[in-house]
């Protein structure tokens, strides 16, 4: 709570006994501390005795803040960090569910086993494949959706509310409903291709077939999302500019690049972070995907696996819940290292500007 | 009765393997309701026990059992008792079962438990009510002998009590076969294939007659059946996994990638929604057929009543695949109760009317010369003489021993199928990565 700075400081000290160089009353809820020290306000009084009242103000003032903040951290420290924490520490034991020898420490084992285990890594590229696919897609889409929506439209609140409408619908009857749409023998989309006179495509076979067709699923969900995070930074833009540009004769796609994006660059760090963060943690759309119910190697080549995939495979299948931890532990570091990463680059692209 | 996994809900409630489904329609509602009870139960504690001294009793499956007419019966004749079913995935049942006894909470009063997953379960004795101490040695007798065998941990327990066994045969559409130039009654059509390589040999005539169709839905369950055959599957009776010394997995595993390169196979994946549509629009023209598999087919793909049949499997009419046991969970507050539902859910009468109704076989030996089952025909299967199949099949099987890790084994292997019905994989490759995967799971 204390203000920093030595100039504040070198103000109130020394002027403050002065009679004619009054400063301005230091703000007791800002700085408590100093009134007690001080001579107070007014030349030469002598400084009654603070009242229980008072004091009891004063201690409101500095304590209640962090009584406001608290709830956070408490929750914070209760659903985060103390699973963080333990979460580690099983990852650092042979601990599984089922069975007489439920658990021994073992060390760093289960991160040396994961870094060598073919199906991490396998899990790992799926990840980032279908991340690349649909973050770099549903940004542009989101962004070119905004700008129209932010031209004069008639009911646009309608379709500005409607774009929100993929990210409301629940998840799991979306996956469910996409997967049909991208059947092999009777999907949509492959009679669509068909009359197009390609395919047909057996879709949750292929590799990348199968990528691109989770990445359909997310920028479906998340475009309009983005869009509306967009459209709201967009409208915080000063008119003048974008009159100004007009006046120069510049265009509405030159406007878009040389006012609209480089004024967004904040708003687009967020939403690729949570893109991000979303992407690294893709669970529903490819486990639901895969054709066989309940199972859980995102296809019978886990040609769809993704990293929390392979976590619940791990965890919740072979009860393993050491080895599970262990991912989720390199899973929070990825996060971070690819959060980071990632706001690195954003802000360099942009700040070039 | 805790909602525990966080995922089942999110996973498909769709049907797993043995007892047959239900109609999606009916799935949604269970599924609702199912929700909707536990939630309630949750608010209310976990007592079991009505205000007035009613028994509330839980009963969880996956698929169709055919229960739900019977519970009403039940709650009539005993007016004390209320019964709750939770309906469940298969795959995603017998894992909730085990992380429910390992949390100790949870568990319903009575649990089916599945012959793959059952040596799973009996390996954990502590966790179920040995029957005998309610009652079950009156049983005795009452099921084939080894289906009363194989839930017994030891000469002193029991925790279960069999429902249904599998048996095996083939339902066939008898129109694909008349348009492919293929006798179309059942007794020639079982005459053509005498073994499984001349099934095969069918197979092929019938493709290169080109209905647009192919002879089988998928590889996995042509593996399973030419298995089920098999004097010994994955373990021997000691739990050693025997997945790659085993020569009929080999056999079986050859011969379905005969089919499956060969082009026979719809290639399509057990349960999922293309394969029911499949069995809706005709895509094949057969289907290796348990008992329970006549449910799965009348309740799927109810407008092709009439074109199917069902004829006598290839290599003489034996062979098992599925059957089920009904468990008290020793989480159970109530386990007389819970022991005496089991019991009469799975006596001679309710069985028999659960065959009538979907197709699933009794395990029950007195019915097995009881006509109103053996001259039982199905006018969904073309008046098929079922009731005569099954008995003949039921009573031909040797029984398999399943290990503790079985369900996952099977699952690797057919997993290896798929990639080879997919295009990821040669069969060489796939057969090596389904043993590595099979190894690992057994761990």
């Known amino acids: 709570m204390k203000r920093s700075g030595p100039q504040t400081r070198a103000v109130a000290g020394p002027a403050a006994p002065g009679p004619g160089a009054a400063p301005p009353p230091p703000d007791p809820a800002r700085d408590p ?44 420290l209760g659903f985060m960090l103390f699973p963080l924490g333990y979460t580690f520490y099983v990852s650092l034991n042979d601990w599984n569910l089922i069975g007489a020898e439920a658990r021994s420490f073992t060390g760093l084992e289960n991160y040396r086993t994961l870094l060598a285990d073919p199906n991490f890594w396998n899990a790992l590229r799926n990840t980032f494949s279908i991340w690349l696919l649909s973050t770099v897609p549903q940004l542009l889409l989101a962004l070119g959706l905004a700008h129209l929506l932010n031209a004069r439209l008639r009911g646009k609140t309608l379709f500005r509310m409607g774009v929100l409408v993929p990210n409301v619908a629940s998840l799991v009857a979306v996956t469910i409903i996409f997967a049909q749409l991208f059947g092999r023998d009777f999907g949509l989309i492959n009679w669509l291709l068909g009359l ?8 949750q076979a292929g590799t990348a077939s199968s990528h691109i067709a989770i990445a359909v699923m997310v920028v479906w969900r998340w475009t309009g999302y983005h869009a509306l995070i967009y ?46 963060i979303y992407g690294m943690q893709i669970f529903a759309e490819p486990l639901l995907f895969d054709p066989k119910p309940g199972s ?21 299948r072979e009860f393993d819940f050491g080895y599970a931890a262990t991912i989720g532990w390199v899973m929070f570091l990825l996060v971070v290292a690819v959060a980071l990463v990632n706001y690195a680059l954003t802000r360099r692209i942009s700040s070039t500007r | 009765m805790r909602w525990r996994d966080p995922l089942s809900w999110i996973t498909r409630p769709a049907d797993g393997s043995p007892a047959g489904g239900t109609r999606r329609v009916r799935r949604g509602r269970v599924l609702a309701a199912t929700v909707a009870v536990s939630l309630l139960a949750t608010a209310c504690g976990d007592s079991g026990e009505g205000g007035d001294g009613t028994i509330e009793l839980t009963i969880a499956t996956f698929n169709d059992f055919g229960f739900q007419p019977l519970y009403e019966q039940y709650m009539d004749e005993h007016p004390n008792i209320t019964i709750t079913e939770h309906v469940a995935e298969y795959q995603n049942h017998h894992t909730q079962l085990a992380t429910r006894l390992a949390a100790g909470n949870g568990a319903a009063d009575v649990v089916a438990i599945e012959g793959d997953f059952l040596a799973q379960f009996t390996a954990q004795p502590q ?66 294939w005498p073994d499984w390589e001349s099934y095969l040999e069918v197979g092929r005539q019938f493709v290169a007659a080109d209905t647009g169709a192919r002879f089988l839905d998928s590889g996995p369950l042509l593996f399973n059946a030419i ?8 373990y021997e009776p000691d739990n050693t996994l025997i997945v790659e010394s085993n020569p009929a997995i080999k056999q079986a595993w050859d011969l379905v990638m005969e089919a499956v390169e060969g082009g ?34 009348q309740s799927q793909a109810e407008d092709t009543a009439g074109n199917w049949d069902v004829a006598a499997v290839p290599n003489g009419g034996g062979g098992n695949w599925g059957g089920s046991w009904l468990t008290v969970p020793s989480q159970s507050d109530h386990p007389q109760e819970a022991y005496e539902l089991a019991a009469w859910l799975t006596a001679p009468e309710q069985a028999l009317s659960v065959f009538q109704r979907l197709g699933n076989m009794p395990s029950t030996v007195e019915l097995y010369e009881n006509p109103e089952l053996t001259e039982f025909t199905n006018p969904f299967f073309h008046d098929a003489p079922v009731g005569r199949i099954f008995t003949d099949a039921a009573q031909a099987l040797e029984p398999q021993y399943q290990g503790p890790s079985s369900a996952a084994v099977r699952l690797a292997v057919q997993n290896g199928i798929r990639r080879v019905e997919d295009g990821q994989q040669s069969p060489e490759q796939a057969w090596e990565t389904a043993l590595g995967e099979a190894v690992r799971a057994a761990d």
């Open chain 1, 33 to 76: 501390g100093r009134t007690e020290r001080g001579p107070g306000r007014g030349a030469g009084a002598t400084r009654p005795r603070l009242g229980f009242r008072h004091r009891l103000q004063r201690t409101d003032a500095s304590v209640s803040p962090y009584l406001y903040v608290a709830p956070f951290f408490l929750l914070f």
């Open chain 1, 196 to 203: 197009a006179g390609v395919g047909p495509i057996d879709w």
């Open chain 1, 231 to 276: 459209l709201a930074a967009m409208q915080a833009i000063p008119r003048e500019l974008y009159e100004a540009a007009s006046l120069d004769g510049a265009g509405s796609f030159q406007m878009l690049r040389s006012i609209t994006i480089p004024a967004l660059r904040p708003v687009i760090i967020f939403s690729v972070l949570i893109s991000t």
């Open chain 1, 296 to 316: 859980v190697t995102g296809g019978a080549g886990r040609q769809f696996q993704t990293l929390t995939v392979y976590l619940y495979e791990q965890g919740f």
């Open chain 2, 127 to 192: 966790n179920f009510y040995n029957l005998f101490d309610y009652g079950a040695d009156e049983l005795e007798g009452r099921w084939l002998d080894w289906k009363w065998q194989q839930s017994m941990p030891d000469a002193d327990t029991q925790i279960g009590l069999g429902t249904d066994v599998g048996g095996l045969a083939i339902c066939y559409r008898r129109d694909l076969f008349e348009q492919a130039g293929l006798p179309a009654d059942r007794d020639e059509v079982a005459a053509l």
């Open chain 2, 227 to 234: 298995l089920g055959q098999a004097p010994q599957a994955f």
């Open chain 2, 264 to 297: 026979l196979s719809a290639n399509l994946v057990q349960y999922s929604t293309q394969w029911t549509t499949g069995l809706q629009q005709g895509t094949f023209a057969t289907i290796t057929c348990p008992a329970w598999m006549m449910a799965f087919i």
